[in-house]
């Protein structure tokens, strides 16, 4: 059964620097998110991407972030400068209409 | 504000029981309603959608319920096995063309033998 893919399990890095986290989504789905969870927190929304252009963003994607489908599989986020505050799961989903959004296995990052 | 509540935020049952959480949500207009089951350090998974119309639907042991006029849901867990040990989270989605999702805080289930 297809499923979304998350690159890596883990992330460690320190406080300042870029982090990628990488994604492949599903291969016949259009639309494609991120999300994290703080430890212990509810899972929040942060941005969905369609047709090669993000469709909507929450309050927490700041300029610090940004997303790229750089070929025809991987989905990425970017974090530019990482603040302790970032240290979450964060969880990739695709989906290929409005309802049934698939989530990835998710990546820990830790800045320390 | 958009939210999703959720009740018990915890609970400990034994192998073969059946249980029932809640939630109660203020997302409008509603579009949808989800339940996922989460394990720990994993993704969530889907169980179950629900739109408008829907007021119950089942998948397997997991059945949930919706009432839209008094905006709750349920899902009543039947039998239960220890590999419902798990968080199981109600998202809510609003019927305005965005897809972002509101999600509760989830219901940490354990089952025990």
């Known amino acids: 059964e297809p499923e979304v893919t998350q690159t890596p399990s883990h992330q460690v890095t320190q406080m300042g620097q870029e982090v990628i986290l990488r994604c492949v989504p599903i291969?016949?789905?259009?639309?494609f998110y991120w999300y994290r969870q703080i430890l212990g927190q509810k899972v929040e929304f942060l941005v969905s991407?369609?047709?090669?252009?993000?469709?909507?963003k929450s309050e927490i994607f700041d300029d610090q972030f940004s997303v790229e489908r750089p070929d025809g599989s991987n989905f990425t986020l970017k974090i530019r400068s990482t603040k302790l505050e970032d240290s979450a799961m964060y969880f990739c989903?695709?989906?290929?209409?409005?309802?049934?959004?698939?989530f990835g296995p998710g990546t820990r990052l830790t800045v320390l | 504000k958009n939210q999703v509540e959720q009740s018990p935020q915890s609970l400990i049952i034994l192998e073969g029981k059946n249980c029932t959480l809640q939630?109660?949500?203020?997302?409008?207009?509603?579009?949808?309603l989800r339940w996922y089951k989460q394990d720990t350090g994993r993704g969530p998974v889907s169980l179950t959608i629900?739109?408008?119309?829907?007021n119950t639907k089942s998948n397997g042991r997991y059945t949930a319920t919706l009432d839209a006029d008094t905006k709750q849901s349920s899902l009543h867990i039947t039998a239960s096995q220890l590999s419902d040990s798990a968080s199981y989270i109600c998202?809510?989605?609003?019927?305005?063309?965005?897809?972002?999702?509101?999600f509760g805080s989830g219901t940490r289930l354990q089952v025990q033998p």
């Open positions: 989903a695709s989906s290929s209409d409005y309802n049934e959004q698939f």
């Open positions: 291969s016949n789905h259009l639309y």
């Open positions: 991407f369609y047709n090669n252009e993000i469709s909507e």
């Open positions: 939630c109660n949500y203020t997302v409008s207009p509603f579009s949808n």
């Open positions: 629900m739109t408008f119309s829907e």
């Open positions: 998202v809510v989605s609003a019927d305005t063309g965005r897809r972002a999702l509101t």
